[in-house]
Every structure is written in structure tokens, then in C-alpha cells.
């Protein structure tokens, strides 16, 4: 599993009201693995080791339910990965939200 692998995985994320997916749209900010060494079987000989995702993302909007759910979708795609023990998402304030602070 790479860095590389990770983003590939979360093009299948997709903005449900831009229609694209996130990381054509420029919001994944960062998307790092580290070992999980907590994992089940970590540091066992011959089981492939397990990492940990940390997505950075820049929220699309200040709709929380919006976001929330594209969180849930990038967080349940990633459980699909083997190598991923679990994944944390950390949203960012969207570009609409910095500009306009007032009406978040």
C-alpha cells in the first residue's frame, strides 16, 4: 500500500453536487499512511503490515450534512482496503466558508 494507492482509491469519492471526484476537484489537502502497529497481528512474521489512512480534506461547502456525508462515503471506501486497519478524515473549512466566516 502507497500514497499513491490511497489516491487512487479516493477518486472513486465523488462530490454528489459537483459530480466529480475529490481528488480531481483539488480538496484532498493530504493523504499520508502510517504503520499500525496496534493493528491485529502487527509485527507477526509473514502478515502483511496494516496502516492507518490520515486524509486531509477541504470541505466542498459549509453544509454540514453535505459534508458529513462525503466523510461517511470516503471513510466507508476506505474500509474496503485490506492494508487500511481504519482511516481518519479531518475536514478543513471550504474556500466558501473562509471567505464568508458569517454565514457558516
Known amino acids: 500500500m502507497t500514497e499513491a494507492d490511497l489516491l487512487r482509491a479516493l477518486r472513486d469519492c465523488y462530490d454528489p ?13 493530504s493523504a499520508t499512511l502510517s504503520p499500525d502497529r496496534d493493528a491485529p497481528g502487527a509485527g507477526v512474521r509473514g502478515l502483511a503490515p496494516r496502516f492507518i489512512a490520515h486524509i486531509v480534506l477541504r470541505a466542498p ?19 474496503g482496503i485490506p492494508e487500511l486497519s481504519r482511516s481518519e478524515v479531518k475536514l478543513l473549512p471550504g474556500l466558501f466558508s473562509i471567505l464568508n466566516p458569517r454565514q457558516v
Open 61 to 79: 461547502g459549509s453544509d454540514e450534512l453535505h459534508n458529513a456525508q462525503l466523510q461517511a462515503q470516503i471513510e466507508n471506501r476506505l474500509a
Open 17 to 29: 453536487a459537483l459530480r466529480r471526484d475529490i481528488v480531481s476537484l483539488g480538496l484532498v489537502e
